[in-house]
């Protein structure tokens, strides 16, 4: 994922080429195919005309990319008489690539979207409404989702992308290594607050010099970066927040008495040493350090399956603590979609296809975890491994992105993954908090000259005060007065317009469907 201050730079970047280019209007003309029984897809003549449905991803190179294909298209030939290619690309090209593929005219009938990408393709009329073709052939997409969690798809009422069913929600949790806690006698089922970890990682740097107690959760991410993404609602880009999930009030982020003290708290433990020295600049991530024997633990994203996972990155047992609810906002839901380009030949069929991803098991595996008996066997009613003598280096596709296609929920377990996992998911992302403004995407294009001095002064300070390197009582003042001076309270009052006005046609349109 890119840091803050990385995804502040991209929002300019797209609002440059937003406004350079021009909106292509959306093509929908298509034969016009109709559900017929069973769910297959017929014509006035009883059949569809063959087509071959392109799916643009990206991903780590797979060798066996083709026979997937070919497996796959077994199946859509049958239902939909259509053949499947999955056009991978690699994730370092992936900007330039789709932006050059949407604004010219290569065939793409269903590419993967979120964030500001999103934003931008359906500004520029790059993305097709989806509204009628979900009706027409999405009627497994629309049982297999929440009212709610579709709705935050939408732009001005219309839904533009699918999302991925997988963890919508997530929370703040605290993984440690277990052989260090049953070494030194540490519970860490004591531990309910932040401050709580400041006796075991005392222990752990006192007695093991040689290790540091907290490390970062991802390469470009701070030591607390997991705490602000489960306690507030960042409307896209935490230039602008909400502070209560209840409200639709807009707040700095950074003048919130809570961020305070979370900067605080890493202060403490940066001065205390329990944080590496070169943390804000460093890549070094907390599961390279613990794997390399040389890390205690970290604040994690949490998510049903999420300790298993990691346990088997870093190669040894950790203990994890729960801190807080779960929380859904638009954000977690928009992150992974897939929608369909007004570059599509067919949108009627590619919604087909679509459909097939949010319903039909055997496609699903396909594309998640390959083919069966060559790159997996069933080791359970629902959990997989690899065949013999087949690994995670040498298997032909072992891609494991089955958070980014359909339903993740039909998919198999993994063997070192709870058997439940996905019924556990299921009801994470139900009992999960809600956002207020859940279904909200805000338009940067208003404010873009206050975001691009805005992002300067955000690379000047927010690293260093998350990782604990400045001091907050010196420096968090300079940082406000500095974002005060680029513009922040204007790009607030932006945003707020925006919610305020979101907020007022939600009400229009949820008393028009109650008539």
């Known amino acids: 994922m890119r840091n803050r201050a990385g995804m502040m ?40 005309p063959p087509y071959e449905v392109k799916l643009v991803f990206y991903g780590p190179a797979q060798k066996d990319l083709e026979l997937v294909e070919k497996e796959m298209s077994k199946i859509t030939l049958e239902k939909i008489n259509a053949t499947v290619k999955l056009e991978r690309i690699e994730p370092a090209a992936w900007d330039q690539q789709t932006i050059l593929m949407l604004t010219g005219n ?8 979120g964030g500001t990408d999103f934003s931008r393709q359906v500004a520029q009329g790059q993305l097709l409404p989806l509204d009628d073709l979900l009706q027409k052939h999405g009627q497994d997409i629309t049982k297999a989702f929440q009212p709610e969690i579709l709705e935050a798809t939408k732009v001005d009422g219309k839904i533009y992308a699918i999302p991925s069913i997988r963890d919508f929600a997530s929370n703040t949790t605290v993984m440690m290594r277990k052989d260090l806690l049953d070494k030194y006698h540490l519970d860490a089922s004591k531990v309910k607050t932040l401050d709580d970890l400041d006796p075991i990682l005392e222990t752990i740097h006192k007695h093991e010099p040689n290790i540091t107690p907290l490390g970062k959760p991802g ?21 602008g927040v909400l502070d209560d999930l209840d409200e639709l009030k807009v707040v700095n982020l950074f003048e919130t008495p809570e961020y305070e003290k979370l900067i605080k708290t890493a202060r403490r433990w940066y001065e205390a040493g329990y944080i590496s020295k070169d943390a804000a600049t460093s890549k070094e991530t907390a599961v390279d350090l613990i794997k390399a024997n040389v890390g205690f633990g970290v604040i994690q994203k949490g998510k049903p399956g999420v300790l298993a996972q990691t346990e088997q990155r870093v190669g040894t047992k950790l203990e994890m603590i729960n801190l807080g609810k779960q929380i859904t906002s638009t954000t977690n839901i928009t992150a992974i979609m897939l929608g369909i380009p007004a570059n599509s030949k067919d949108p009627e069929r590619a919604m087909m296809f679509l459909n097939l991803l ?22 359970g009613e629902k959990q997989i491994d690899f065949p013999p003598g087949v690994n995670a280096t040498n298997s032909g596709y072992n891609m494991r992105q089955g958070w980014m296609f359909g339903n993740q929920l039909l998919s198999h377990t993994w063997v070192t993954d709870n058997p439940d996992l996905w019924e556990e998911m299921d009801q994470y992302n139900r009992e999960s908090k809600k956002s207020a403004a859940l279904g909200f995407t805000y338009n940067p294009s208003p404010v873009k000259t206050e975001l691009a001095a805005i992002t300067n002064v955000v690379r000047q300070f927010q690293s260093g005060l998350e990782n604990g390197a400045l001091d907050p009582e010196v420096n968090l003042p300079k940082f406000n007065a500095a974002l005060r001076a680029a513009g922040i309270d204007k790009v607030i009052a932006e945003k707020q317009r925006q919610l305020n006005e979101w907020a007022k046609k939600k009400t229009i349109r949820q008393g028009v469907e109650l008539k």
């Open 9 to 48: 730079l991209w929002i300019m970047t797209m609002l440059t080429l937003l406004l350079a280019g021009c909106g292509k209007e959306s093509n929908t003309n298509t034969k016009d195919a109709v559900a017929g029984e069973e769910g297959a897809a017929v014509t006035g003549d009883g059949k569809l």
């Open 106 to 113: 290569e065939q793409v009938d269903l590419i993967v979207t």
């Open 219 to 239: 390469a470009s991410a701070s030591i607390v970066d997991r705490v602000l993404e489960n306690s507030w609602d960042i409307l896209g880009d935490y230039i």
């Open 358 to 379: 949010n319903s039909d098991r055997d496609l699903i595996n396909l594309i998640d975890w390959g083919i069966e008996g060559k790159h997996y066997v069933k080791v």
